[in-house]
């Protein structure tokens, strides 16, 4: 089964608009984390937001926010006022611990989807 | 955010020669760093676990000797694509982390093999 779900393999969202993109997780370890990453087409993976398990409050960075509904092993990731420049590949990601002995945290990720921001 | 370097950017090589990428943390130490793989259009498939000081710890189906992991210091891990070929050309990218949650990345190297 997959760790991480998207569902939503293209998005298209007006210039200003918000947009949600979908993200479910699989884990039985209570202590997890969650992440959003954007991948423009250059290539290179810039952090976005980060969530905790056992954060009582949703993240927020800026325009970015975390819908985090743990019940639903939901980890939606909200853009508000949408720009031209958010047009990108969007992934979620996973961290599980590892116990490889070094303290290792392996991150697992999602199929990613594409967001469209029209002018 | 922390500073994860990655170089080179893009290579073209023949088929039967190696290929080193370098990853650097440039403003934190790093016991761990990670590389993955990515196809066009597809998401990032982690390759192996970069051990400062250790081996290596591969995923299920890479080949050790063909992707050679050093992690030398605590702010360089390399990773050398032995004999590459056609079918190692591909999107390889790194991260690390400055404590136990957010991995930083590089900026990737697009591997081209003739």
């Known amino acids: 089964a997959q760790k991480i779900t998207q569902t939503q393999p293209g998005m298209f969202v007006q210039e200003k608009e918000a947009v949600t993109l979908d993200c479910t997780y699989d884990?039985?370890?209570?202590?997890?984390?969650l992440f959003w990453y954007k991948q423009p087409s250059s290539g290179e993976m810039i952090f976005l937001i980060y969530?905790?398990?056992?954060?009582?409050q949703n993240a927020t960075e800026g325009r970015y926010s975390l819908n985090f509904q743990k019940a639903r092993k939901s980890a939606n990731l909200v853009i508000s006022a949408s720009q031209l420049g958010d047009s990108a590949m969007y992934f979620c990601a996973m961290r599980e611990v590892t116990y490889s002995g070094a303290g290792s945290y392996q991150l697992t990720f999602g199929k990613g989807t594409k967001l469209s921001v029209i002018p | 955010g922390a500073v994860v370097s990655q170089h080179p950017s893009r290579v073209i090589c023949k088929s039967g020669t190696s290929v080193k990428i370098e990853c650097r943390s440039l403003?934190?130490?790093?016991?761990?760093m990670f590389w993955y793989r990515q196809f066009p259009k597809k998401s990032l498939m982690l390759m192996a676990t970069s051990n400062e000081g250790s081996k290596a710890t591969y995923e299920q189906g890479v080949e050790k000797d063909k992707f050679l992991i050093n992690h030398a210091s605590l702010t360089l891990s390399t990773l050398t694509v032995t004999s590459a070929h056609p079918e190692d050309s591909s999107f390889y990218i790194c991260?690390?982390?400055?404590?136990?949650?957010?991995?930083?990345f590089g900026a990737g190297t697009r591997l081209s093999v003739l």
């Open positions: 969530q905790g398990s056992y954060d009582q």
């Open positions: 991260s690390a982390a400055p404590g136990k949650n957010i991995q930083y």
């Open positions: 403003d934190f130490q790093a016991t761990t």
């Open positions: 884990t039985s370890d209570p202590s997890y984390g």
